[in-house]
């Protein structure tokens, strides 16, 4: 993993289940910080504590539970995300300004404080640079497997790493971020260089993704570079370098995301092109990947192009229906806005039986081009979220 960075989880008892609960992720120095948080007007208290310490720039370590938010909890949710960076910094002999919080899991139930302090000794001393598989654990909370990418890139004969480290897998429509998104590496920057390459990744992969509609109340990515490589921001082709990684890392976990969506059993990537703009083509491919009855179709494997059309018809973007193409991987299902016949809906319906592939919209009225990926929507997601409290 990254140099100067060492993780841990553990089962802390927040959880009813028993699994990893509690994590951590501490730098050896203190790290240049950047984050994006979730644009709903209900925020959890860690996001609101973190938007108050990354002003300052600098993180050296950041405490993670899942198995409840700490969300709309009141003065004592504040109270409670302060005392939990509170144990960190006095356990690790840190500034506690120099921690950050998260929490993901059930809305509106008070943080069990307690557990995490009785924890916090044992998870301090598993800290390790081969923890961060713990660390991913501990923080899914529907998730059915880890996400953890790594990159490597070279500058002046010396090595950066990137590693990200994700969860999220319901309540999954970004408007900033997925659930939960951290990210080392061991480059040097400051602050305020890796503020706009974080939004430019994060708009280009967890901005481009969705699998049930809703945006979280406690959704954050926060990257932390500690310098350790001896490579610089500022070396020629290092920014370059690193913007690949991480845009590379960011997409492949919004990727995993969609891919490990409550009871998903598809990964598809919406293509929008010829459109009249960007944020047109953008528009036509965020309402179709987000629509109920698209979903539904793809987990029935049906090849219900009329859906796809009904979608893109209602998405406020400019649309002539006697020009629009429409494909399933480059099986060619609609021309000119008409049905191509009972063969290539037969050649369709094989695509839709692959659990990875493409829909194409082409518009055929300029050169706006965007893409969003999506999963279907199944019976199980509907059995997973009926009682999830429970």
Same mark, same amino acid.
């Given at each position: 993993m990254c140099q100067g960075f060492k993780a841990a989880g553990m089962a802390a008892g927040i959880k009813k289940n028993g699994n990893k609960d509690l994590g951590l992720i501490v730098s050896e120095v203190p790290a240049a910080v950047a984050a994006v948080f979730t644009k709903n007007k209900v925020q959890a208290a860690p996001v609101l504590l973190d938007k108050e310490r990354c002003k300052t720039g600098k993180c050296q370590a950041i405490i993670v539970n899942s198995g409840n938010a700490n969300c709309c909890t009141g003065p004592q949710g504040m109270a409670d995300a302060?005392?939990?960076?509170?144990?960190?910094?006095?356990?690790?002999?840190?500034?506690?300004?120099? #921690?950050? #919080?998260?929490?993901?899991?059930?809305?509106?139930?008070?943080?069990?404080?307690?557990?995490?302090?009785?924890?916090?000794?044992?998870?301090?001393?598993?800290?390790?640079?081969?923890?961060?598989?713990?660390?991913?654990?501990?923080?899914?909370?529907?998730?059915?497997?880890?996400?953890?990418?790594?990159?490597?890139?070279?500058?002046?004969?010396?090595?950066?790493? #990137?590693?990200?480290i994700a969860k999220g897998a319901g309540m999954i429509c970004p408007d900033m971020a997925t659930m939960l998104c951290f990210v080392c590496t061991d480059i040097a920057a400051d602050s305020a260089a890796l503020q706009p390459m974080l939004q430019k990744a994060v708009d280009l992969s967890f901005n481009r993704i969705t699998i049930d509609g809703d945006t979280s109340t406690n959704d954050t990515v926060l990257v932390l570079a500690n310098g350790i490589s001896g490579i610089s921001m500022n070396q020629s082709g290092a920014q370059e370098k690193f913007q690949k990684c991480l845009d590379e890392i960011l997409v492949e976990l919004a990727k995993m995301v969609v891919r490990d969506g409550e009871g998903a059993t598809k990964l598809v990537e919406v293509i929008v092109r010829g459109a009249v703009s960007a944020s047109d083509a953008k528009k036509i491919a965020y309402t179709v990947a987000n629509s109920n009855l698209f979903k539904t179709a793809l987990f029935g494997e049906d090849a219900n192009w009329g859906r796809i059309l009904a979608a893109a018809g209602r998405s406020g973007a400019s649309l002539d229906p006697q020009k629009v193409d429409i494909f399933f991987n480059d099986i060619r299902m609609v021309k000119d806005g008409l049905w191509c016949g009972a063969e290539a809906e037969k050649n369709a319906t094989r695509v839709l039986k692959t659990p990875e592939f493409n829909i194409t919209v082409d518009l055929k009225l300029g050169a706006g081009e965007a893409s969003y990926w999506t999963c279907d929507f199944s019976i199980d997601y509907v059995k997973i979220n009926a009682d999830y409290r429970s």
């Open positions: 302060i005392e939990m960076s509170r144990l960190a910094a006095a356990g690790l002999s840190l500034s506690e300004n120099l #921690v950050c #919080v998260a929490s993901t899991g059930v809305i509106g139930q008070a943080l069990p404080v307690a557990k995490i302090e009785s924890a916090f000794p044992e998870l301090a001393r598993s800290l390790s640079e081969d923890g961060f598989s713990d660390f991913a654990e501990a923080i899914m909370t529907t998730d059915t497997k880890p996400k953890i990418v790594s990159r490597k890139a070279a500058v002046s004969g010396k090595t950066f790493t #990137v590693t990200g």
